[in-house]
């Protein structure tokens, strides 16, 4: 059980205090999201312990080729204690996720960092600051743009009972409106994603589309989306297209995020 613990730990550590979701690369692999509530009396503790460990720990990792990008998403909306999560902790990873490490791999990773704390101190510290509420493994399917600190993620969470269809319909119909919208500057850039691990039908959602807007004011103002529909799908009706989706999938909440903090290999 001790093992086990320590194992969970560095999970968080790796996903949890790293950053639909969405890497600097094309898509490949697997990425995972740990949502995570802070003890309230530890906000201001828990801001200077990410701006100094953990994203030197995370440089570390990117640096070593453990992962190949990392964001820390705070939540914009829904806040407060009924709020699921108050961060996502994100880490892509190059190829299939690499094994759980112990406490002398963890140890490697902070001394790489140059951080003088030993590996158990930083899993003490961890837990001292924060409550892990989930950890869940996805497959990046589709990705478009790019993101960057400071910008928005519109996360949609979908119920898809048969997900192969619906990103072959999400690769046909969304994927070039994407294209045409960050190509405009409307968003910064688009992914889908299915969630791997857990799995089962009894699963509340299936797949994870995420939406990233440039800034505040972006996520409001008109996005012509009817035109670049229009402009990529000159053949396709908007109405019933998305008469289509809705029989697909099934949007089953939207929560909006900020970049926080991220790190990607220096090159």
Excluded at 98 to 123: D, R, W
Excluded at 200 to 221: C, E, M, N
Aim: charged residues 20%; proline residues 6%; contains cysteine.
């Amino acid at each position: 059980m001790k093992r086990f613990l320590l194992l969970l730990s560095f999970l968080v550590f790796t996903c949890v205090v790293s950053g639909p979701l969405l890497a600097q690369q094309a898509p490949s692999g697997y990425h995972r999201v740990a949502c995570f509530k802070v003890k309230p009396e530890k906000a201001g503790e828990f801001h200077k312990w990410v701006a100094e460990d953990v994203h030197k720990s995370q440089q570390a990792l990117a640096e070593s080729g453990l992962i190949s990008t990392w964001y820390l998403l705070r939540v914009v909306i829904p806040q407060g204690t009924s709020a699921t999560c108050d961060y996502l902790s994100i880490s892509f990873y190059p190829g299939a996720p690499p094994p759980p490490m112990g406490l002398s791999e963890i140890g490697a990773v902070l001394k790489k960092a140059g951080l003088t704390m030993s590996a158990q101190e930083f899993v003490d510290r961890r837990a001292s600051l924060t409550e892990l509420v989930s950890n869940n493994l996805f497959r990046n399917e589709i990705f478009v743009g790019t993101a960057k600190k400071g910008d928005y993620f519109m996360v949609n969470y979908m119920k898809a009972p048969d997900t192969g269809e619906w990103l072959a319909y999400e690769k046909k119909v969304w994927q070039p409106l994407a294209e045409s919208m960050a190509k405009d500057g409307v968003i910064t850039g688009w992914s889908a994603n299915v969630q791997v691990l857990p799995n089962g039908s009894d699963l509340k959602f299936q797949g994870v589309t995420v939406d990233i807007y440039p800034s505040w004011d972006a996520i409001f103002k008109d996005s012509g989306m009817a035109e670049h529909f229009k402009k990529v799908h000159p053949d396709m009706e908007l109405g019933t297209t998305f008469e289509r989706f809705d029989k697909l999938r099934t949007i089953l909440s939207l929560e909006l995020y900020t970049v926080e903090d991220m790190v990607t290999p220096a090159k």
